[in-house]
Nanobody, 125 residues
Framework: QVQLVESGGGLVQAGGSLRLSCASSGRTQSNYAMAWFRQAPEKEREFVATIMRSGDSTDYADSVKGRFTISKDNAKNTVYLQMNSLKAEDSAVYYC??????????????????WGQGTQVTVSS
């Protein structure tokens, strides 16, 4: 069983920055990638970014490309999301996920097997 614990969320003004962290524990054979998704009120959960556990392949949603950076520390089983130039529309609950596919980065929610409890990010305009 894999457990994920997110941290780093909070309230920030537009244009500011936040860094989210997600520490994972436990083992799974399907640990090919770690990813961040987000869900705003009354909206569906959406892909934000993903990084392969082996190598450095990444993928970003167009809405965050150039502003967010995903990184990892395999030794600590931790993934990070550095969020810069935050906008009001970035406000959401951010979820960390583990799973993915062996052939490369994936944006599909169904490809991820384990999820964190979420951390709230609120950007005031």
């Amino acid at each position: 069983q894999v457990q994920l614990v997110e941290s780093g969320g909070g309230l920030v003004q537009a244009g500011g920055s936040l860094r989210l962290s997600c520490a994972s524990s436990g083992r799974t054979q399907s640990n090919y990638a770690m990813a961040w998704f987000r869900q705003a009120p009354e909206k569906e959960r959406e892909f934000v970014a993903t990084i392969m556990r082996s190598g450095d392949s990444t993928d970003y949603a167009d809405s965050v490309k150039g502003r967010f950076t995903i990184s990892k520390d395999n030794a600590k089983n931790t993934v990070y999301l550095q969020m810069n130039s935050l906008k009001a529309e970035d406000s959401a609950v951010y979820y960390c996920a583990v799973g993915g596919t062996w052939w490369g980065p994936t944006r599909r929610i169904s490809d991820y097997d384990y999820w964190g409890q979420g951390t709230q990010v609120t950007v005031s305009s």
